[in-house]
């Protein structure tokens, strides 16, 4: 059983920054990526990393605040988390796949999450 270990999350005020990493136990997947989850509302996509070019892709939402990276040796993938907002503040799953996408369908195994809280 592939096994995910999420750490990192936390309380942060907004504008500050997180880092969260996620260990995979195996390192066949094709993409290494990131969700999120808040109270009362469906799991979005944030962030992945994966492809034969290694390439990234994120939501319109955390573009250029969010920086996903892949240590390929360490079968670990990390969201940097900049410039914080308080809409931010969710419960961030990471999730591996065999295909690269912004679906939760797409991905076969998840963490078990990590909350992220930002306040004003």
């Known amino acids: 059983q592939v096994q995910l270990v999420e750490s990192g999350g936390g309380l942060v005020q907004a504008g500050g920054s997180l880092r969260l990493s996620c260990a995979a136990s195996?390192?066949?997947?094709?993409?290494m990526g990131w969700f999120r989850q808040a109270p009362g509302k469906d799991r979005e996509f944030v962030a992945t990393?994966?492809?034969?070019?290694?390439?990234?892709y994120y939501a319109d939402s955390v573009k250029g605040r969010f920086t996903i990276s892949r240590d390929y040796a360490k079968n670990t993938v990390y969201l940097q988390m900049n410039s914080l907002k308080p809409e931010d503040t969710a419960v961030y799953y990471c999730?591996?796949?065999?295909?690269?996408?912004?679906?939760?369908?797409?991905?076969?195994?998840w963490g078990q999450g990590t909350q992220v809280t930002v306040s004003l």
């Open positions: 990393a994966g492809g034969s070019a290694g390439s990234t």
């Open positions: 195996e390192r066949t997947f094709t993409s």
């Open positions: 999730a591996v796949g065999y295909h690269v996408a912004g679906t939760p369908g797409a991905y076969d195994y």
